[in-house]
């Protein structure tokens, strides 16, 4: 029996999917939630299985206390799954300092402060699973999300350096990419109009927040099967560094990968001619003067 302990516990998004599907594998359930309230009624049913915290997962001192008081539970934590995140949008010239700060705060320090208090009990244990949600996004720039995407993509890159440093130490790291997926994401969009202090930019807002507003409750993507997928390629004799979920963001993915490897292949004779000539690499390699 694993234990389970997965941020971002919203009713109806990836944080609930996933403690579902750990319930239906017999597996035990830390789910952490900024409103634990929303989940008293669910924990209710399912017992002595589920551990259910309140946790801001940007306060750096309550997510050590969490992981603690998990690990005093439940024995140790044998799967991390770091998916609390929002996505907020605005210019890259526009957006407001602060907002800014604080989406990194949640899209990416928080997975640093999570991921670090729940390695001690996996190193020592020689064995685990820590899942990174990601998004489309962190392949793939989305236009009017430029700080959202670069936060992403900072997910993808510690999460690729992550997945080699622990590698030895028998723990396991993958980075899911979701796509557009029926959660309450959306929803918040109808209620926060743009705000942009620079006019050249606000009819591409306008057109982004009309866009998500028009998708919610649309997206294509189900979370539950999202869930079902990722534990399917956990379960692989070699597993995935990282998983695309959804038909439209793989496609999304593999159009943009092929673009970047042809715009590097074209390159290929400015890259080699910036190095120093090859004799005089040799020359200065060589112990004879």
Known sequence: MKTWFITGGTPGGFG???????LELGDRVVLTARRPDELAEWADGHGERVLVLPLDVTDAERVRAAVSTAEAR????????????RGWYGS?????ETALRRLFELNFF???????????????????????????AGLRGVVGFGFYTAAKFAIEGLTDVLRQEVAPLGIKVLAV?????????????????????????RPM???VRAGMVEQDGKQPGDPERG??????????????????????????????????LAEVEAGEALAKAADFPADQVSRQRSPVA
């Open 74 to 85: 439940f024995g140790g934590i044998d799967v991390l799954v770091n998916n609390a995140g």
């Open 227 to 260: 869930v079902r997928a990722v534990i399917s390629a956990m379960g692989w004799e070699n597993p995935p560094n990282r998983l695309v979920l959804g038909a439209a963001g793989h496609a999304a993915v593999v159009e943009q990968l092929r673009t970047a």
């Open 177 to 201: 990419e979701p796509g557009a997926f029926r959660t309450r994401a959306y929803a918040g969009f109808a209620d926060e109009p743009v705000e942009e202090g620079i006019a050249d930019y």
């Open 16 to 22: 609930m999917a996933y403690a579902e599907a750990a």
């Open 92 to 96: 890259v010239e526009g957006m407001d």
């Open 205 to 207: 807002l306008e057109s």
């Open 110 to 136: 928080s997975v640093v402060t999570t991921t670090r208090a729940v390695l001690p009990g996996m190193r020592a244990r020689r064995s685990g699973w820590i899942v990174n949600m990601s998004s489309v």
